[in-house]
């Protein structure tokens, strides 16, 4: 019984850990929209003056900010529960096959989406070792659009870590795994 209560422990550390993570993702991604909706108000405001036209940045930047609205956003949606799920069969299982399921399934998106944050730290890097500058008048340096692509898929990742860590316990027959937010909307 210490393991599962160790375990127990561990489960509940790394589910206040990723839901503060997730919460500080939201934050950003509430600051991507807000910078959204002041650019193009702006831009709009311009269009109506008689002697000004469309700001030339706008769209480009706007297309930065929503690039971190996605990646910021990508814990807390899984969290609670926005990211589809077909359910259909694991629905019908027994409850320990379910977490089985479960634990597999986030195993592999743990890997996928691993190998997916790695190349895009690999991306950022090269982008700013490089100095890659986009094709636009602005010329905006490319790190800064992709400096959130890394986090927001590690911020995914420790979600799911929560995630693997309460299908686990879900496993284990002595464990009480206490219902977390992650699992009563993820689950």
Wanted: charged share 15%; glycine share 6%.
């Amino acid at each position: 019984m210490p393991l599962i209560r160790a375990l127990q422990r561990l489960d509940t550390l790394i589910d206040r850990v990723s839901s503060l993570t997730s919460g500080i993702g939201r934050e950003l991604a509430v600051i991507a929209i807000v910078l959204m909706m002041i650019l193009v108000s702006v831009n709009t405001l311009a269009r109506a003056l008689p002697f000004t036209s469309s700001l030339f940045f706008v769209e480009e930047y706007v297309g930065y900010l929503f690039v971190a609205l996605a990646f910021m956003g990508l814990a807390d949606t899984y969290r609670t529960g926005g990211h589809i799920r077909v359910e259909l069969l694991v629905q019908r299982l027994p409850e320990r096959a379910a977490a089985l399921i479960e634990l597999i399934v986030t195993l592999a998106a743990i890997g996928i989406i691993g190998v997916l944050a790695w190349h895009a730290m690999e991306l950022f890097t090269k982008s700013l070792a490089s100095g890659e500058r986009a094709q636009t008048v602005t010329r905006t340096p490319l790190w800064i659009p992709r400096l959130f692509l890394a986090p927001g898929y590690a911020l995914l990742m420790l979600e799911l870590l929560a995630h693997l860590s309460h299908s686990l316990l879900r496993l284990i027959p002595e464990s009480t795994t206490p219902v977390t937010p992650t699992m009563a909307k993820g689950d």
